[in-house]
DNA sequence: ATGAAAGCGCTAACAC
DNA sequence: GTGTTAGCGCTTTCAT
């Protein structure tokens, strides 16, 4: 119990064990070639003296930094105020929560951008996370030839250089959306689009459009909002406007499905009675409005799962494809 | 143009400005005594090489990491679903994206809490933040004599043990809540009350029934759920069982309020006709429903800021007092 | 004000 | 299988 200064150093637990300091490192680093005896012996050692590795020290010696940093572009600040996102940081935490990484947590403000630029190339990180709003913003794209990076989202024109990217399936989500108000009999079905800038956007709408033709119905109900209730209620009001009766509703979030939900109320119509509604996320809003929504779960924690899955393998110098696709399934609840 | 493996370091830096490696070392931590002119030489050299310090080595050699942990209970893992975490994340984030610390997160799973104690005593962090649903839950106090931690919530019981801690304040929140029925006219006003074992729990109740009395009104309509819209409907339901009349309605949490919405819709009763209701939290939903719900915003960015900006504080040495409040104020909107 | 030199705690050849 | 020996890139006395 000798009073030391400091946490314990490697070279104690060598002078403890009676072994050199290389066939301490070898223990702490798992090298098949130590003798069992010799094993137990060290970590007795460490045991004992309560030692931890110093991973400063580790990291300079062995030139890996054992961290993954994960950078939010300040933009999508609200990143954490989208439960879509947070969900997808949870995935990534809990992800390296079981490997020896350590998760950097970066606020990429535009303004400073290449102050996140030094850092991920200072050598501070083995591999970058780089989740957006704007899964076009791929800003940090060609860093990818100087570390490892995976994004989240897929880019707006995926190329070769567009580097690794995991993205959920918004074709089939929304196709598995639109063909569940077929299937329960809905004639005429519209849909409240998001920003067609966006690839999530663009793929619904195409997810929208394959379920809709294949039933052999009508593709022109189309209105287009930015995913807040506001604009939805806009959209379904246009859509109302129009004149043609309505039986089904997909809305590209469920944000929009709220807004659509107080119009077609106001409009003295019921839901599914009259029209019957599926949303696209499954937020917390989607179970607890009333009636509750049927609406597309895109698995974001697992997302974030598989992000760090990949950078990991990547830094490990494994293959991996370019795109990963994460599948989406459909909730079932009142509205449809 | 000389290719160079691996990134520039300071040696190179020194060479190139014909200077001593300690020179360097003292331009890039600013050091005040260095003349004006070799400052201006080294920094050209540094901008020329595209110099980045190597945190590694720098940690070893100054024995500070320039990090902080930021551990996140697991059985408290839906903190990302929970918007106020989340944004208590965000404001930590943003804050430090100003400093020279990086932000390590950590999901801290309970069967290997011993994981994150060796982490956080092995000398990886300079400090860390811990927030955690259960406010009592203060596993790490003990670690507050190892180095600087920074609570968020109230412990259970404050003792000069419990170390920092950034709050909200419940109690005036509640209060100012409240006042507002009051103010309004209320007459009889209920509560739907958060489980009595956590502070906030217990420190709404208390600004509930301080302004109630003050009041002059009745403080026995409380009933209790456990902050879900469940929850918030089932005690609803109860409330009106009683038979007596209520006008005025405040709920410990918007998911409680949105349960007692539909209760209240069932009655045949408007909002805030006949019940005027102010919810906790100001939550997406707060803003989404109609009518849009009156609430109490907690500025959780500001506290997660706040906790940031104490933990440096203490790591520097400086003296901060146990306790931080965190003000609140009232949202206003159509229920009340 | 600047330089020389001695490590910080660990890993990684290379010997044995 | 285990020990020896160099560093990894930087900070920091201690001289000058």
Redesign the pocket.
């Known amino acids: 119990m000798t009073p030391q200064a400091?946490s314990p150093?490697?070279?104690m637990v060598a002078a403890r064990a009676?072994?050199?300091?290389?066939?301490v490192?070898?223990v702490?680093?798992a090298s098949p070639?130590?003798?069992a005896?010799?094993v137990a012996l060290v970590n007795t050692a460490i045991a004992e003296l309560n030692?931890v590795?110093?991973r400063a020290?580790?990291s300079?010696?062995?030139?890996?930094t054992q961290a993954i940093a994960l950078v939010v572009p300040e933009s999508t600040a609200k990143v954490f105020a989208d439960p879509f996102f947070a969900s997808v940081v949870q995935g990534v935490a809990i992800y390296l929560a079981d490997t020896d990484y350590t998760l950097n947590l970066l606020i990429a403000s535009e303004t400073k951008s290449d102050k996140t630029r030094r850092y991920l190339l200072g050598g501070n990180v083995d591999g970058a996370l780089v989740v957006s709003h704007h899964s076009g913003d791929h800003s940090y794209t060609h860093l990818g030839q100087a570390l490892p990076i995976v994004f989240g989202g897929r880019p707006i024109s995926p190329d070769a250089s567009a580097g690794h990217y995991v993205d959920v399936d918004n074709v089939s989500g929304a196709r598995l959306a639109t063909q569940r108000l077929v299937d329960r009999g809905c004639r005429s079905i519209a849909t409240i689009a998001g920003p067609q800038d966006m690839p999530p956007g663009v793929d619904r709408l195409v997810g929208w459009r394959d379920a809709v033709t294949a039933a052999g119905l009508d593709d022109g109900l189309v209105e287009y909002g930015d995913y807040s209730p506001d604009d939805g209620a806009a959209a379904m009001r246009r859509l109302l406007a129009r004149g043609v009766p309505i039986d089904g509703l997909f809305a590209f979030s469920d944000q929009l499905a709220a807004g659509a939900y107080a119009v077609i109320r106001e409009a003295g119509l019921s839901i599914p009675g009259d029209i019957a509604v599926v949303g696209y996320d499954d937020d917390a809003y989607a179970a607890t409005v009333s009636p509750s929504l049927t609406t597309v779960n895109q698995a974001p924690v697992e997302m974030g799962a598989k992000m760090a899955e990949i950078v990991v393998r990547l830094i490990d110098g494994e293959h991996v494809d370019q795109a990963t696709i994460m599948p989406t399934k459909l909730v079932l609840r009142e509205s449809a």
Chains 1, 2 share one sequence.
């Not at 009676?18 to 066939?23: H, K, L, Q």
């Open positions: 400091g150093t490697l070279e009676g072994v050199s300091r290389a066939t490192s070898r702490v680093n070639k130590v003798t005896e010799v030692y590795p110093n020290a580790r300079l010696a062995s030139r890996k």
